[in-house]
């Protein structure tokens, strides 16, 4: 793609305020994914604080969203030095609160020390098939999954849970924030489906069917500078599961094995329909 969707463009609305649009299809599923409030979130603090790379992102996602109406976005500056500055970033629809983050930036500086983890050996993009999950990254992203591992199909085999897609992100034309906003939308769907991996007749085409799923808090923190346009490794990790939730963890690295950022994640993994409840048709109604 050339052009990204009108959700990357943020809409002065006030002071520190901004208006955006979604992405998706209301008739499908209305709910605004937590990667786009990410991307979100990051570009409107990068508006606030020309100067600062984001460092890291610290989210809680409290509340959905729906696609049908827009976003409001407020960033509270909490410090703004020489060399870091940080800010909450609260999401909001009307009267409800959706999601807050705290994101810290750094002015850029040399190294003192520097090293890394190392690198999965996997398949690289080139032996990896390309995946239909598109709708988990931004659009205009090439996705492939390793070993062709398909999440979504319940009947699908078991395996560890470990995940590690490729994505190759559209052309931020040189913008560092937006390639980091871009890589943000990438990183928030892929680690319930790790975690349902090891799990017999169970898929992430159950999600908000027989299944309940939701991403609780996620936080990326950002290691270096990378460019769009190249080759991202994104190794998944479904660390623990257990009591309805699940914690999984996941590194980011360039095609020559550098690392530039990390996730971690808290999810809802939870049976619909306890026993003893109505139907999800009926809870609905």
Known sequence: MTTLPEAFSLEPAGDH??????????????????????????????????????????????????????????????????????????????????????????????????????????DGPDQAPLSTQDMLVAPGTELRVVGGVNTWDPEAPVGPAELFVWVRLPDAHGDLSLAQALLAYATDGFLIATAMRPHEGIGQNMAHRSIATGVVSHTLTFHDRFDTGQWLLLAHEGTAAGGGRSYGRAQVFTEDGRAVASFVQESLIRDANPQGSPPTEQRRS
């Open 17 to 122: 305020r901004y208006r955006a649009t979604s992405i998706g299809d209301p008739s499908a599923h209305d709910v605004v994914f937590g990667g786009q409030l990410l991307a979100q979130m990051l570009l409107a603090s990068a508006a606030e604080s020309p100067g600062k790379d984001a460092t890291s992102i610290h989210t809680i996602f409290a509340r959905s969203a729906t696609l049908t109406k827009p976003l409001e976005i407020e960033v509270e500056a909490m410090h703004d030095g020489r060399s870091l500055g940080s800010d909450t970033v609260t999401v909001r629809q009307g009267d409800r609160l959706c999601a807050r983050g705290l994101i810290l930036r750094q002015a850029e500086e040399p190294d003192l020390i520097r090293h890394q983890p190392e690198m999965p050996k996997v």
